[in-house]
């Protein structure tokens, strides 16, 4: 069975500062991950994926993620904060083989932005 | 108008009643989900459906039965309410086929008294 941890479910960066989001997947098989970002009051809204094409990922809002299979890692990152992207994050993997479209999900990480 | 609409997105009710959160989708897709959505667990299946004919636990199901009425409705139930059921309840969508993403709802948040 698959798994994902997020390290982390509290991250506070200085607007401007580079974000990075951890996460670590386990998976008996190639995995399909997935970021997702929900705002307050709202639904998830997908942010990325990565589906074996290409191990560094770019998403929407300036998002980025790189697969590396030797560390199990799904690391979510952006070059320079908004104050916008404060949200809480989740990291997903879908499950084996991806035919059955379920995804797991991780803790979340909140992530707060300071002016 | 939303891909994924739930209705109600706030419910408060007491220990015992019967609820129906439904959801409704406007996308096409076969695959509908339900998830609950607690502080700190991230987001659990409780059931899933790949066409009307076909309903399936997902991880966390007891306390809970669906209905999928057709292609675009999944309706959740909960047959006699309890406290720990409180949480956030999110409907998703999504196509056939390997890696395909889900498609959210803007969640229903039920208090039970």
Redesign the interface.
Known sequence: AQSVTQLGSHVSVSEGALVLLRCNYSSSVPPYLFWYVQYPNQGLQLLLKYTSAATLVKGINGFEAEFKKSETSFHLTKPSAHMSDAAEYFCAVSDEGGSYGKLTFGQGTILTVHP | DAD?TQTPRNRITKTGKRIMLECSQTKGHD?M?WYRQDP??????IY?S?DVKDINK?EISDGYSVSRQAQAKFSLSLESAIPNQTALY?C?T?E?G??????????TRLSIL
């Open positions: 994924v695959r989900y700190g667990l991230g987001l659990r299946l899933y790949f997902g999110f998703a999504s056939r390997s890696g395909q993403p889900q498609h959210f709802g803007d969640g």
